[in-house]
């Protein structure tokens, strides 16, 4: 009944009642609230897309991306459901064409566990300026051969992808005078659980889906901003 280009993307419409939402990944041929067959009757709200928080990081250069440990964010076995402090460590950086993260392996160059939807969080409504954007590339490129992010020296509470990040934006010049501090905890606290939140949303959403093939929902719930 509407146009859509992933056949995993979460589609809502309201059938018969205008309080309740059916969120669906295909629009089920019975309305679950009236019985009724949905390609005989009208919907009071035609299917529409709710859009995904989850972005491929190639598209979004200069950004810093997350993606989940293992797996995917919508694999359901692989997944946490509740995003904790495992996913915080596995924030990574991006370079055109390529994701930069540093691991237990030292600096990765497009590693092929990019290659799936990420979180991506836009530093350009964080003050990431032109210039800075001019010199991306090269502190990426520096960084990658300076010596300090080698295997040896990982260590997964103190010198960690994390650390990498940070220190790759302080590098590029980055303005960390809105984000109170320029801890760990502050970077987390404003960029990244804003967008975790988010997407944890947007789980939950699919995961109850899955279940049935459909989830009603009241109206004011639906998650009109995702
Ligand atoms: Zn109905």
């Not at 590029?172 to 501090?181: D, I, K, Q, R, T």
Request: hydrophobic share 35%; glycine share 6%.
């Amino acid at each position: 009944m509407a146009g859509r280009s992933n056949p995993r993307d979460i589609l809502c419409f309201q059938h018969c009642d205008r309080h309740i939402n059916i969120l669906c990944f295909a629009v089920p041929e019975v309305c679950p609230i009236c019985r009724r067959l949905t390609n005989e009757t009208p919907c009071r709200i035609p299917p529409y897309v709710i859009p995904s928080p989850f972005k491929h990081a190639w598209r979004n250069p200069c950004s810093v991306v997350i993606r989940p440990t293992f797996g995917t964010f919508l694999n359901f076995h692989l997944c946490k459901l509740h995003m904790s402090d495992y996913l915080v460590h596995f924030l990574e950086t991006f370079f055109p064409g390529a994701v930069f993260d540093y691991d237990e392996d030292g600096v990765n160059i497009g590693s092929p566990t990019w290659d799936q939807e990420c979180i991506v969080v836009d530093l350009r409504n964080e003050g990431l300026n032109q210039d800075m954007m001019r010199h991306w590339d090269q502190y990426l490129i520096y960084m990658s051969k300076s010596g300090i992010w080698t295997p040896l020296r990982y260590d997964t509470d103190r010198h960690n992808c994390y650390d990498f990040v940070l220190t790759f934006l302080k590098q590029v010049g980055l303005n960390f005078e809105n984000w109170a501090s320029h801890s760990k905890f502050s970077f987390t606290q404003n960029l990244v659980l804003p967008h975790t939140a988010k997407a944890g949303k947007y789980i939950t959403l699919y995961r109850n889906i899955l279940k049935d093939g459909y989830f009603c929902q009241t109206s004011p719930q639906l998650p009109g901003g995702m």
